[in-house]
């Protein structure tokens, strides 16, 4: 039963959330309210990913068809890249880095995590292909101060890269660190490029368009081994529940983070894959870890102060939103 001090913060939180995301669209100008909004259920609309990680071989077949969908269409920076204001804001620039595929980076948005385990004769290897996880209720979106984070009506968190800005509530908000920026790119080089926004924010969009139109993301259509399924949410919950009495195995993402589109199943506790990639080192920068559920919560107060900068933000974008206007008035 959680605390009377712990559901007291729950609720200055979500109060502050919802005042903050109020205040950045008054000011930030007219946005689609899906952008901004708290999907507190699925409604049987969601998709969702299963995977199987008893299953998973590491090919890397789901992590060659992510780039070669995305990859030709990322934008690469113009140099010298700005140097932000402050100075204390690092330049992140992975286009040199294209190739890099064993981590998350603004260029590669899937990748393989391992580790090995001690098994009966020997030892086993594990295979989890790591990626946004698409939660229900993504503080991501809810946090964006320009709305671009959204969610689509199938369940997919995803960036407007015409409007992202860079400044990284969605990167602090996210449990499992998953949005990269890269630096040099994006609509606030047209502004004030040292003092209006670092960058654009990269992450998995799960296909959203392809999705719409009722087909699996490209990774879970690439699956040579039948380790990742997809479909509605429910359906697939189900689907998951039944895998894991069968493995007498557990699930990762149904629940963490308030639930997500996207619930792996291993017949080894995650507890003991999570030892074993901090062990091996596998968990680090673009490399993320299997919080447990509800771990999320232990940044508290650090979403609290992003919530209450994201106003700011909205406003100086609208601010600048109206000079550039002004300007394209005075012009014609």
């Known amino acids: ?36 909004s708290l999907r507190l259920s699925s409604d049987g609309v969601d998709c969702c990913t299963v995977i199987d990680v008893d299953k998973c071989t590491g090919c890397g ?10 990859l030709s269409r990322l934008p690469v920076p113009k140099y010298p890249i700005p140097q932000p ?9 992975w286009s040199t880095r294209q190739h890099i595929n064993n981590r998350l980076t603004p260029y590669n948005w899937i990748y393989i995590q391992t580790c090995t385990l001690p098994a009966a004769g020997g030892v086993r290897r594990v295979f989890m292909p790591r990626r946004c996880l698409h939660c229900l209720n993504p503080q991501c979106v809810s ?80 699956c040579p081994a039948g380790a990742q399924s997809f479909g509605i949410r429910d359906k697939m919950v189900a689907h998951a529940q039944e895998m894991a009495e069968q493995k ?57 102060d992003i919530v209450l900068a994201a106003p700011l933000a909205g406003a100086a974008l609208a601010s600048l939103r109206l000079l550039r206007d002004r300007l394209k008035g005075r012009k014609s």
């Open 61 to 70: 077949a789901c992590v060659a068809a992510c780039r070669g969908r995305n």
């Open 143 to 222: 946090l964006c101060p320009s709305g671009a984070a959204r969610q689509t009506p199938q369940g997919a968190a995803y960036i407007d890269e015409n409007i992202c800005f860079g400044d990284g509530p969605c990167q602090r908000a996210c449990p499992w660190l998953i949005p990269q920026r890269q630096s040099g790119v994006g609509p606030y080089l047209k502004f004030a490029p040292r003092y209006m926004g670092y960058g654009l924010v990269f992450k998995c969009d799960f296909c959203h368009d392809l999705l719409a139109q009722g087909q699996p993301p490209a990774c879970v259509a690439a």
């Open 248 to 304: 007498k195995g557990e699930l990762f993402g149904l629940r963490e983070n308030g639930g997500t589109n996207t619930i792996y199943v291993s017949s080894i506790p995650f507890r003991d894959i999570e030892a074993a990639m901090l062990q091996q080192e596998q968990v680090s920068f673009g490399r993320p870890s299997l919080r447990p559920a509800g771990a999320s919560m232990e940044k508290e107060n650090s979403l609290v």
């Open 85 to 93: 204001v402050p100075s204390w804001v690092p330049i992140s620039d």
């Open 1 to 36: 039963m959680p605390s009377d001090h712990f559901l007291q913060r729950r609720k200055l939180l979500k109060g502050l959330t919802s005042a903050g995301a109020a205040a950045t669209l008054a000011l930030a100008g007219p946005k689609p309210a899906q952008a901004m």
